[in-house]
C-alpha cells in the first residue's frame, strides 16, 4: 500500500492576511497610478500651444486682427503689441486660471 505523505497548507488566518496585504499593496499601486496619470492630464500644454501655433500663422499672414482675446478650456489668450528696439514685437500670451500657469511667446517683427 502507499503511504501518502501530509501536504503542510496554510491556516485559514494566514491565507486572509496574505489576501489584505495583496489588496493594500494593489490599492497603494492604483493610487500612485491615478495620480500620476491626473498629474499628466492637468500638464498637458499640447492644446494651447497648437493654438499660439496658429495664432502665429494667422498673424504673419495678416488674417489676425489685433488685439486680440479668447479662451480655451480653461485657458485665457491674449495679444499685445508693443515697440522694442524699433522693433515690432507681437506678444502672445496664454494664462491658466486653474493653475495660473503662463506661456508668452513673442513674435518679432522688422518695421
Sequence with gaps: MVILKRVRGSTLMETLVATVLIIIVFMIASM??????????????????????E????NINNKLELPYQNTLGDWNISTDQYEDNKQMVIEFEANNTVTNKIIVVKQHEAK
Excluded at 500612485?32 to 501655433?53: C, M, Q, V, Y
Excluded at 495664432?55 to 494667422?58: A, F, H
Aim: net charge neutral.
Design 55 to 58: 495664432l502665429q500663422y494667422l
Design 32 to 53: 500612485i497610478l491615478n495620480s500620476i496619470f491626473s498629474s499628466s492630464i492637468k500638464n498637458n500644454i499640447r492644446a494651447i500651444e497648437a493654438e499660439l501655433n
